[in-house]
């Protein structure tokens, strides 16, 4: 049995009315954080009125199946539960939302088929094992897009400013894997850069970073093989040099560039990942998507 402290018996004092309207000040951790160590708001912790403020009120457009879904439940705070961890369909099938759970900030996953590089000819089309679905047993598969033997490359992409939660800060993902059979991403290294209004920040970037030593763990390589007119050399890999890193769900991840999204902001968020002066055959690239981040996430148990 849980132990009632005095202070919790203070707290217990106030009306649950009071108790909603101060933790609605909080943040969605902080609400779950307070009703997992003191029974005596608990109620009010877990109100409508507590996860009503939470949820954002300008929710995109989803797919119908997806909307009556999130409908269906009792409360509010199951809403926020469901679109924390389960990223819900937008209108137009290329693009998912989710909300952050330490803060409620809207996400987006923007799939390769939102990119600008459906019409660019060395890239090939793909399906990918991108997670498994208890529920059903099966496997959940998604497009990407695969680059094939090109000189140039060029990943754009945009996302108004307005589906973005004000006065937060975001930071934009590449989502990615490397064949096998990869080349020619080592160097020159990769531009990656992302702009909102009048500000833009760019840095470089190297995909094939990477080797597995004897223990098939991934150490990242200080120098890497270059090209140059009169044959082969290597270079440092510097510390302003952005590396990728690997996920949990075995795919890697580069680190675009972060923007604070301002309340006055009404405009577009482009970013772009781009080698273009090689003029090296580059292959074995799959994106999979961008992902919009808020950053520094939390987590609720």
Same mark, same amino acid.
């Given at each position: 049995?849980?132990?009632?402290?005095?202070?919790?018996?203070?707290?217990?004092?106030?009306?649950?009315?009071?108790?909603?309207?101060?933790?609605?000040?909080?943040?969605?951790?902080? $609400?779950?954080?307070?009703?997992?160590?003191?029974?005596?708001?608990?109620?009010?912790?877990?109100?409508?009125?507590?996860?009503?403020?939470?949820?954002?009120?300008?929710?995109?457009?989803?797919?119908?199946?997806?909307?009556?879904?999130?409908?269906?439940?009792?409360?509010?705070?199951?809403?926020?539960?469901?679109?924390?961890?389960?990223?819900?369909?937008?209108?137009?099938?290329?693009?998912?939302?989710?909300?952050?759970? $330490?803060?409620?900030?809207?996400?987006?996953?923007?799939?390769?088929?939102?990119?600008?590089?459906?019409?660019?000819?060395?890239? %090939?089309?793909?399906?990918?094992?991108?997670?498994?679905?208890?529920?059903?047993?099966?496997?959940?598969?998604?497009?990407?897009?695969?680059?094939?033997?090109?000189? %140039?490359?060029?990943?754009?992409?945009?996302?108004?400013?307005?589906?973005?939660?004000?006065?937060?800060?975001?930071?934009?993902?590449?989502?990615?894997?490397?064949?096998?059979?990869?080349?020619?991403?080592?160097?020159?290294?990769?531009?990656?850069?992302?702009?909102?209004?009048?500000?833009?920040?760019?840095?470089?970037?190297?995909?094939?970073?990477?080797?597995?030593?004897?223990?098939?763990?991934?150490?990242?390589?200080?120098?890497?093989?270059?090209?140059?007119?009169?044959?082969?050399?290597?270079?440092?890999?510097?510390?302003?040099?952005?590396?990728?890193?690997?996920?949990?769900?075995?795919?890697?991840?580069?680190?675009?560039?972060?923007?604070?999204?301002?309340?006055?902001?009404?405009?577009?968020?482009?970013?772009?990942?781009?080698?273009?002066?090689?003029?090296?055959?580059?292959?074995?690239?799959?994106?999979?998507?961008?992902?919009?981040?808020?950053?520094?996430?939390?987590?609720?148990?």
């Amino acid at each position: 049995m849980e132990a009632t402290t005095e202070a919790e018996s203070d707290i217990g004092r106030l009306p649950e009315e009071l108790l909603a309207a101060i933790i609605s000040l909080t943040s969605p951790l902080d $609400a779950c954080r307070a009703a997992a160590v003191c029974r005596t708001i608990r109620p009010a912790a877990d109100s409508d009125a507590v996860w009503s403020r939470f949820l954002p009120r300008d929710l995109p457009r989803f797919v119908d199946a997806a909307e009556r879904s999130l409908m269906e439940l009792p409360s509010c705070k199951a809403r926020f539960r469901r679109l924390s961890d389960n990223p819900a369909l937008l209108l137009g099938r290329v693009t998912r939302m989710w909300l952050d759970k $330490a803060t409620g900030g809207k996400c987006y996953t923007l799939s390769a088929r939102a990119l600008n590089i459906s019409l660019q000819p060395h890239w %090939r089309w793909m399906h990918v094992h991108v997670a498994h679905d208890i529920k059903t047993g099966r496997s959940i598969v998604s497009e990407a897009a695969r680059l094939w033997n090109a000189q %140039r490359l060029e990943i754009r992409g945009k996302i108004p400013s307005k589906m973005l939660s004000h006065n937060s800060t975001y930071a934009a993902y590449m989502v990615f894997k490397l064949l096998h059979t990869a080349s020619g991403l080592s160097h020159p290294f990769q531009e990656a850069s992302i702009s909102i209004g009048g500000s833009e920040s760019t840095h470089r970037a190297c995909l094939d970073s990477y080797y597995e030593d004897g223990a098939g763990c991934m150490v990242p390589r200080k120098q890497v093989l270059a090209r140059f007119r009169r044959g082969f050399g290597m270079v440092l890999v510097e510390d302003d040099v952005i590396l990728p890193q690997r996920r949990t769900d075995g795919w890697m991840e580069l680190e675009l560039g972060g923007f604070c999204n301002e309340e006055d902001d009404d405009g577009e968020v482009c970013f772009a990942f781009t080698e273009t002066e090689g003029l090296n055959a580059k292959t074995g690239l799959v994106v999979r998507s961008i992902e919009m981040r808020i950053k520094q996430q939390g987590s609720i148990s």
